[in-house]
Each structure stands twice: as C-alpha cells, then as structure tokens.
C-alpha cells in the first residue's frame, strides 16, 4: 500500500538548521510531484514547497531563500533542507504527494513530523 513517511523534525534554536527526510513506497515515485505543507496550532495546513517529477521548484514567500527541497528518485525519497529557522516555522511538516492521471488526480499524505523553533 501506499506509505509516505517523515523524519528528521525535533527541536532547533531560531537560526539553526534542519533536514527532513520523506520515504514513499506503494506508488511510482517519479511520476508525481512532491511537496512539503506544513500546519502551525490553530493556522490551515499550508504549501511550503514542491518539486514536480522533472525538478521544477517553487517554494512559499515566506521560506525563499531558506529552504531547499530535493528528490532522489532513484531511492523514493524527497528532502527538505530548512536553514535559518524562526519559530514562525515551528509547526507539523507534512508529506505530499501528487498526481495526475488523465482527467483525475491524487493525493498521499504522510503522517506529519513536529519541527519546534525555540526563540
């Protein structure tokens, strides 16, 4: 079945750095597009960056600059690199992937991983 799972969240001091790592298995990887949302208490779960099956990134105004996403499709796995954290990062970092498939489209999730920013 399909799996997406997370890892690498914790806790960083504002400033630090973190990489968080996600291993899909149950679907074929490099046709979908891979993301990253993430959702703070109380907030909506928002997109932070994805990466479309040819490398194409985009990433949230709030995180240009900082953070870097990448793929190994090779191994089924998308990365996120987080650099100069704020506590305004601090929230849930979710797994997604996307695809299209004709006229429809789907969507995993992972179970999420809790990044905290202490100030």
């Known amino acids: 079945q399909v799996q997406l799972v997370e890892s690498g969240g914790g806790l960083v001091q504002a400033g630090g750095s973190l990489r968080l790592s996600c291993a899909a298995s149950?679907?074929?990887?490099?046709?979908?597009?891979m993301g990253w949302y993430r959702q703070a208490p109380g907030k909506q779960r928002e997109l932070v960056t994805g990466?479309?099956?040819?490398?194409?990134?985009n990433y949230a105004d709030s995180v240009k600059g900082r953070f870097t996403i990448s793929r190994d499709n090779a191994k089924n796995m998308v990365y996120l690199q987080m650099n100069s954290l704020k506590p305004e990062d601090t929230a849930v970092y979710y797994c997604?992937?996307?695809?299209?498939?004709?006229?429809?489209?789907?969507?995993?999730w992972g179970q999420g991983t809790q990044v905290t920013v202490s100030s």
């Open positions: 997604n992937a996307h695809g299209i498939m004709g006229s429809s489209s789907r969507d995993y």
């Open positions: 149950g679907f074929i990887f490099s046709w979908y597009t």
């Open positions: 990466i479309t099956s040819i490398g194409t990134t």
